[in-house]
């Protein structure tokens, strides 16, 4: 599903216009990233949670070339389904 057909979908389920509904779903990505941008986690309760983690520095390998290479400290984005979530999808 793409974000059109995300859109199309809220719009006939909320009964609102398509435009009203892509706000709505703009904002609550936006509500995410930010809360994530600044160390949040963001639970929904039911549907799953979005965290930040720390990935360690580390050394790894150029595929190419084979020669070693440092590969700095970063934030990472993670999921974690919520129980709703899993037994939707398990079936």
């Known amino acids: 599903m793409h974000k059109q057909e995300l859109v199309s979908q809220v719009a ?3 009964e609102v216009s398509q ?4 706000a ?14 600044a160390g949040e986690s963001v639970s929904l309760v039911g549907f799953g ?6 990935r360690p520095a580390r050394q ?12 700095p400290a970063r934030k990472s984005p993670s999921f974690k ?3 709703v979530l899993k037994e939707a999808v398990k079936g």
């Open 12 to 14: 006939k389920a909320a």
């Open 19 to 22: 435009q009203t509904a892509a």
């Open 24 to 37: 709505v779903i703009d904002a609550v990505i936006h509500a995410i990233t930010n809360a994530m941008a």
């Open 49 to 54: 949670s979005f965290s930040v983690s720390d």
């Open 60 to 71: 790894g390998r150029n595929p190419a070339t084979g020669a070693a290479m440092d590969i």
């Open 81 to 83: 389904a919520g129980k």
